[in-house]
């Protein structure tokens, strides 16, 4: 199994490996860390070890070749321009300052540094004419709309077609470097790759591993529709050059496994799969043996509350397109009201942000960022809590899927209050266990909160009243499913049906 991260804040790897190794298959799953230290460790039954993670540094803005075509004058890369702005600066500093020296104030030193000012100053205009032109230079670079990016994109796409990410985004090859020695060493007979990264290394180590004569089958894992994502990256060519690199490489795999059916047939459309995607639901571990040893902490403790005091959580990932600002800025309105972040870096300079707000509008005391918990202790350490918030904003990635933290909320059987994304607004509409809000409505995000604490056994008694709708939704379930795929990929390691007893005659 190949992730794209350090495994510890990846719930789905985690039980995926452990769960499937727990089955009797033999699991290592490979991450990856900026530490030196190659870590290894065990999860459940499966084998985890960190592989250094490849130093995927965005290209330079700008090109010694392209800054003599488009601006003739531009540095060769900003740091230059940095450095010699400093130097002028620094100079004319420096003839200031001996301008009030006794030493020079006889006639032909005050010529002598006249010249030298003289000649300072010019330097500074032509330094200063050069970094404008860096500094155009990077606004066409990262201007996705500006007619040279988009000729340049567009050439590119015409001549290498899904192959022209190897020029938009030549940092993916270095995830490969990072995995390649460690994969070819375990012979594998499955690689499981997740999302899109591990995607084209999976297939890669297939096509090595069959020039050497050994079958092996790739199943990719899509936790995401790519297409439509928010970029991670400012920069106009990283989200063409990833969708190319997955186009390119979707159709290698023999199994694709995604969270939804509605995210399967988009793949099945954008990519031409020859078969429909199996789904596993990021569904959260009920049952068996807990991979820590210590008790699940308690979030009202670390809120520092008290029980009678709400709290409103949200678990996840911090990034704007979460929409937790509006958990913030409504605050005021609902002055009774704790928030809890689960997130995975409490300090990460997002979390900050939206702390500083807080302190801007005087509830500071009342919003309290805290770390993740093991995957397995996710749902009883948020049952604690009053309502559980998904405030995640319209990108069509969101609309599809019922996410992790939806399913940990309803084993939580906390009151679910959504945004008016597609998928899970649905649900809670059809199920009763929580409310919607217009996406960033701040009045109606106050109106959906204070109608569940206004009666939250309301929203509760839905989990008692259909417990179907929980069965259905446990990571148990869909171990199963992932079970079966390795199975139908590799029949010789499946499991033998249990034998019938012979009837008598």
């Excluded at 006889?106 to 540094?113: N, Q, V």
């Excluded at 994304?421 to 909160?449: H, I, L, N, P």
Aim: hydrophobic share 40%; net charge positive.
């Amino acid at each position: 199994m190949l992730v794209d991260n350090d495994i510890v804040r990846d719930s789905r790897v985690q039980k995926a490996a452990s769960s499937i190794a727990a089955r009797g298959w033999e699991v290592h799953l490979i991450g990856c860390t900026s530490n030196r230290k190659k870590r290894r460790w065990t999860l459940g039954e499966a084998s985890v070890r960190m592989v250094a993670r490849p130093s995927v540094q965005p290209e330079a803005k700008y090109r010694p070749l392209r800054s003599m075509i488009r601006r003739p004058l531009a540095y060769a890369h900003p740091d230059v321009a940095a450095s010699r702005r400093r130097l002028v600066l620094s100079r004319r500093a420096d003839i200031a300052a001996s301008r009030l020296a006794p030493e020079f104030r006889s006639p032909a030193r005050k010529a002598w540094l006249t010249g030298r000012r003289v000649a300072a100053k010019v330097q500074q205009r032509w330094v200063g004419l050069r970094e404008r032109q860096t500094d155009s230079l990077a606004k066409a670079r990262s201007n996705a709309k500006s007619p040279v990016e988009r000729l340049t994109l567009g050439f590119w796409q015409k001549l290498l077609g899904d192959r022209a990410w190897r020029v938009l985004d030549r940092s993916l090859w270095e995830w490969d470097s990072s995995y390649r020695k460690v994969i070819d060493n375990l012979e594998p007979d499955i690689i499981h790759a997740n999302d899109f990264r591990m995607l084209g290394v999976g297939a890669r180590a297939v096509r090595r591993a069959r020039a050497k004569g050994r079958d092996v089958k790739l199943v990719w894992d899509a936790h995401e529709f790519l297409p439509g994502i928010r970029p991670w990256h400012d920069g106009p060519r990283w989200h063409p050059a990833v969708c190319a690199y997955e186009r390119e490489y979707a159709r290698v795999a023999h199994s694709v496994v995604t969270v939804s059916e509605a995210l399967g047939e988009l793949l099945v459309e954008s990519h031409g799969l020859r078969e429909k995607p199996a789904v596993v639901l990021n569904a959260p571990v009920v049952d068996g043996e807990p991979s820590s040893t210590e008790p699940v902490p308690d979030l009202r403790e670390l809120c520092g509350v008290g029980p009678d005091t709400p709290i409103a959580v949200y678990s996840g990932g911090p990034s704007v397109q979460r929409g937790l600002i509006i958990m913030i800025e409504t605050l005021p309105r609902l002055p009774e009201l704790h928030v809890a972040l689960i997130v995975p870096n409490p300090g990460a300079g997002v979390v900050r942000e939206l702390l500083d707000r807080a302190g801007e509008l005087g509830v500071r005391d009342r919003v309290h960022a805290l770390p993740y918990v093991p995957f397995d202790q996710v749902v009883p350490f948020l049952s604690a809590a009053d309502l559980g918030v998904i405030p995640i904003h319209h990108w069509p990635n969101h609309e599809i899927a019922l996410i992790t933290k939806f399913f940990e909320y309803s084993h939580a059987r906390l009151p679910i209050v959504v945004s008016s994304v597609k998928a899970m607004s649905e649900t809670v509409r059809a199920s009763g266990q929580g409310e919607v809000f217009r996406t960033e409505d701040e009045d109606d995000y106050v109106r959906a909160v204070e109608a569940v604490l206004s009666d939250p056994k309301r929203y509760r008694a839905v989990y008692e009243e259909r417990p179907d709708l929980l069965q259905a939704w446990t990571w148990e379930a869909q171990a199963d499913v992932l079970d079966g795929v390795y199975a139908e990929l590799l029949p010789s390691a499946a499991k033998p049906a249990a034998k019938q007893p012979a009837e008598k005659a």
